[in-house]
């Protein structure tokens, strides 16, 4: 049974300050790795999909890096911003649409 | 283009009735899942939709079920409420299943059972 965790469960940084979230997960058997955010009280958003055979991935000022063998994901988040204070979530697809998710780490970006 | 539309957004039932509650996927994705959302638990997969068919389910007992209609809207009922069935529920849509697209999510209907 696949079984994914994120790293911290929240994370407390002053704005500007470079940041990275932690994904791991137990089978390596994944079509692909997706990184969310969700906003209070809303839904989720995405923001990055790394396919299997790919390693990373980057929008903007993320980056988000995929080592399948090792089972682990990291979100890197350049020059922090109030405005990305929410949660970020990280599911791995293992069939079809069917996500699993991991807990979440819970970001605040102090100005 | 319209994200996926879910409505209610807010529903308050009592124990022992039932509920449906409904998802308009974005215009041209035929797939739809459902996914609930609860503090303890997380985010759980509940089933997933395409072609009017039910691809894939979750581990939730039967009195959750769904169906998706030849426009791709789906709909979710759940009979014989539980209190522990209050929580976020979350509807997404792509445009096939396993297509390595992103799921686009809607904002969610929350359910609270009395």
């Known amino acids: 049974k696949q079984e994914v965790t994120q790293i911290p469960a929240a994370l407390s940084v002053p704005e500007g300050e470079n940041l990275v979230l932690n994904c791991s997960f137990t089978?390596?058997?994944?079509?692909?790795l997706q990184w969310f955010r969700q906003d209070p009280g809303k839904g989720l958003t995405s923001l990055l999909l790394i396919q299997s055979s790919q390693r990373e991935q980057t929008s903007g000022r993320l980056n988000a890096s995929l080592d399948k063998s090792s089972g682990r994901s990291t979100l890197y988040i350049a020059a922090s911003q109030p405005g990305d204070s929410a949660t970020y979530l990280c599911a791995v697809e293992t069939s079809g649409s069917r996500l699993t998710f991991g807990e979440g780490t819970q970001l605040t970006v102090n100005p | 283009k319209a994200g996926v539309t879910q409505t209610p957004r807010y529903l308050i039932k009592t124990r022992g009735q039932q509920v449906t509650l409904s998802c308009s996927p974005i215009s041209g994705h035929r797939s739809v899942s459902w996914y609930q959302q609860t503090p303890g638990q997380g985010l759980q997969f509940l089933f997933e939709y395409f072609s009017e068919t039910q691809r894939n389910k979750g581990n939730f007992p039967g009195r959750f079920s769904g169906r998706q209609f030849s426009n791709s809207r789906s709909e979710m009922n759940v009979s014989t409420l539980e209190l522990g069935d209050s929580a976020l529920y979350l509807c997404?849509?792509?445009?096939?299943?396993?297509?390595?697209?992103?799921?686009?999510f809607g904002n969610g209907t929350r359910l609270t059972v009395t």
């Open positions: 089978d390596s058997a994944i079509y692909n």
């Open positions: 997404a849509s792509s445009l096939v299943p396993g297509a390595n697209s992103p799921l686009h």
